[in-house]
């Protein structure tokens, strides 16, 4: 198969209910059907790109996990025995900034903060719901999937800083990430 696009959002998944949906796959042409999912994603030289996933309905259109997070997923597993993923406790929406505030942040984008979990890392941290998100660790917010990634390969424990405009204000926050697996098992997600 054709390797059309990389590091795209798969919302599919994420409606049937996956809550560990990756939002960077490799999207190809090669054919993926039952019971052919989890096998290699090669080049023509027999190098792993990625392993194979989903495919979307009959539209030949099917999707990858790249072999990079593959790699760290198996090596989470075999140190901790499960994946381990840093949790902020906050849903976001991506958006853009109005073109004079853009230019002055030197951001074009932002993350509006839709949901906060009580008692979660952002809501200790003092981030509230209609803040918007224009840097994480300094590094402003111009591509939402590159932002996701962030935040998805933060480490529980790790200080994190968000940038956010609240008021026509920007104010800095640390949130220190939790572990969104014990979330999970505590029925915060």
């Not at 939002?23 to 993926?32: L, R, V």
């Not at 008692?119 to 939402?144: E, F, H, M, Q």
């Amino acid at each position: 198969g054709i390797v059309s696009a990389m590091g795209r959002n798969i919302d599919l998944l994420r409606s049937k209910g996956n809550k560990y949906a990756i939002e960077n796959f490799i999207q190809t042409d090669a054919a993926i059907n039952a019971g052919s999912s989890g096998g290699a994603l090669v080049d023509a030289y027999g190098n792993l790109l990625g392993i194979n996933t989903a495919k979307l309905g009959a539209s030949g259109i099917s999707f990858a996990i790249p072999v990079d997070e593959a790699q760290t997923v198996l090596e989470d597993i075999l140190q901790h025995g499960r994946v381990v993923r840093g949790w902020l406790g906050m849903s976001a929406n991506p958006g853009f900034l109005a073109e004079s505030i853009a230019k002055e942040l030197g951001v074009s984008q932002t993350f509006g903060i839709s949901g906060i979990t009580n008692g979660g890392p952002a809501d200790n941290s003092g981030i509230r719901v209609g803040d918007l998100i224009v840097k994480i660790d300094a590094v402003p917010v111009t591509d939402p999937t590159a932002s996701v990634m962030q935040i998805t390969n933060v480490s529980p424990g790790q200080p994190v800083k968000i940038s956010v405009l609240r008021e026509d204000k920007l104010l800095e926050f640390t949130v220190i990430a939790g572990d969104r697996g014990e979330a999970l098992a505590r029925g915060l997600l």
